[in-house]
């Protein structure tokens, strides 16, 4: 009795652990950004075309603008180093923007469309 009193307390403790298929499907999932790299996606929610830049690609503290036409809704920042994603396409500080630390961020939704950015020393 005491066995199976404990094996069902397990399984429950389990269960309740253990994300059901409703829960999971709701929780956020990542986009695909390896170490060292910025990824910029078309949509929120890191879906759509995705752009990869590393620093082998990036003049530091120099604007980048996306090519024209071309505007960003989500981001993911492991580069190591600070990045300031700007509404406008030339960096204009009177524009939105904001800086996203370089540890490992993951923004989903960008609250404005993204056009350029730039990459801090740190």
Partial sequence: ???????????AATAF???????????PRLGDCAPGELCLWAKGAFKGPR????LTRI???????LPPGTDI???ANRTGRPVTGYQSA?????AEFDTYP???TWVPQVPYRMRAFKVWES
Avoid: F, H
Avoid at 51 to 54: A, F, P
Avoid at 90 to 94: G, H
């Fill in 1 to 11: 009795m005491r066995t199976t009193t404990t094996t069902a307390a397990l399984l």
């Fill in 17 to 27: 652990l253990m994300p059901t298929t409703a829960q999971a499907a709701a929780s």
């Fill in 51 to 54: 752009q990869v830049y590393d």
């Fill in 59 to 65: 003049d530091i503290e120099s604007c980048t603008p």
């Fill in 73 to 75: 809704q989500s981001l």
């Fill in 90 to 94: 030339e960096c204009a500080e009177t």
């Fill in 102 to 104: 370089g540890s490992g």
